[in-house]
Structures are given as structure tokens and as C-alpha cells.
């Protein structure tokens, strides 16, 4: 799953599949006057959770394969970057409330949205859960530059995992748990970290 540009437009990003090898790609989502992006796979590999301005701020929704569409979140700033624990229970993501980014958790059906960044992190994004499903991983911008940090999945024992210059964000665990990816640098120039 990834946001690709059909129309060469950044604030109109659809969401769309294609197979590792290059072969059957795939536009999932339809409505070509809105932004669609942050394309995250459940678990299952079922539907896909992505983020959404269709309803005017950024909300996340849930897609099938089929294409039948679902809202999650409804919050009053914009949410993004969601991702499914790996359990199936518990959906992270970044929430914007207009002057903070935050992670916050929610059961899968949205009923329960709660922040588990707060005080010190008052700027983190960008979650990803690690294999197990008892950690995740986090951008964040509090301690001056952007670096990678580890929580516990409710939020408590933060810790700062790299020291490392231009980090970006979006980040990913291998499947053993015991190496992070993420990128660097600036525009043109960013490179992929392990």
C-alpha cells in the first residue's frame, strides 16, 4: 500500500496497492477531490488504514481490498499516521491539535481516543508498534532535533534510541524487533538508515 500521485496534485494523494514485483496496481480509494495518505496495513492484511481530509480536517479511515470505507477517528484537530497494533486491538496514531503533535491510541472501532504523549514529548508523530506489540516507536521534536524515541505501548518509559542528524520521521522495526529503519537528509538528499 502507498500514496501515489495520479494527479501530480500533493493536496489530492489517493491511496493505491501493488504487488511486491511491480505487477497489479491498484487505485483504492475514489474520490479524486480530496487527500488521501499514511497508507498502513492491518495485521491481517485485510484493510488498510490511512488518513483522510475528506470530512475537511485529516481523520483516519479504514479501507478493505473491496473498497468499502470506514471512519475511525472524528477528533477536533487532524489525525495521521495510523497504524494497528499488531494484536488487532489497538490503532496509534499522530494526532495535530493545532499547536501539538501527540500520539494517541484508540480501540479499532475509534470509541476510546486517548493521548499517550504528553508533557515532555508534547511533539511526537509518526508511531510504528514494534513486532510484539509492547513498544512503539516515535518521532520526536522535543528535545530540539528530530530524533527516534521507544515507548511502552501505554506510553510510559520513553526513551531516546538515536543521535542522529536530518531525521525525518517514519520509521519501521524488522520483523525480529532488533534493528530500526528510518531516513535522513533533506529534500532530494534523503537517505534510507538502519
Not at 492491518?42 to 479511515?61: H, T, V
Not at 499516521?81 to 480501540?107: E, K, R, V
Request: net charge negative; hydrophobic share 30%; glycine share 10%.
Amino acid at each position: 500500500a502507498f500514496t501515489c500521485q495520479i494527479f501530480k496534485n500533493a493536496e489530492r494523494n489517493q491511496i493505491c496497492l501493488i504487488h511486491a514485483d511491480g505487477s497489479g496496481w491498484q487505485r483504492l480509494t475514489t474520490n479524486d477531490a480530496v487527500d488521501h495518505n499514511y497508507p498502513s496495513f492491518a495485521p491481517d492484511g485485510k484493510s488498510i488504514f490511512y488518513s483522510s481530509n475528506q470530512m475537511g480536517s485529516y481523520d483516519i479511515f479504514e479501507i478493505t481490498l473491496a473498497g468499502v470505507v470506514r471512519q475511525i477517528t472524528d477528533l477536533p484537530g487532524n489525525e495521521y499516521a495510523p497504524t494497528l497494533s499488531p494484536d488487532g486491538q489497538w490503532l496509534a496514531f499522530t494526532y495535530n491539535d493545532g499547536s501539538h503533535q501527540t500520539i494517541w491510541l484508540t480501540d479499532r472501532t475509534g470509541n476510546t481516543p486517548h493521548p499517550i504523549t504528553q508533557g515532555s514529548e508534547r511533539e511526537a508523530w509518526d508511531p510504528t508498534w514494534s513486532p510484539d506489540g509492547t513498544q512503539i516507536l516515535f518521532a520526536s521534536g522535543s528535545v530540539g532535533n528530530i530524533q527516534l524515541s521507544i515507548m511502552e505501548a501505554d506510553g510510559t518509559h520513553i526513551r531516546q534510541v538515536t543521535q542522529l542528524p536530518d531525521l525525518r520521521g517514519r520509521s519501521s522495526w524488522s520483523p525480529d524487533g532488533l534493528t530500526l529503519a528510518t531516513y535522513q537528509g533533506g529534500t532530494w538528499l534523503r537517505e534510507i538508515i538502519l
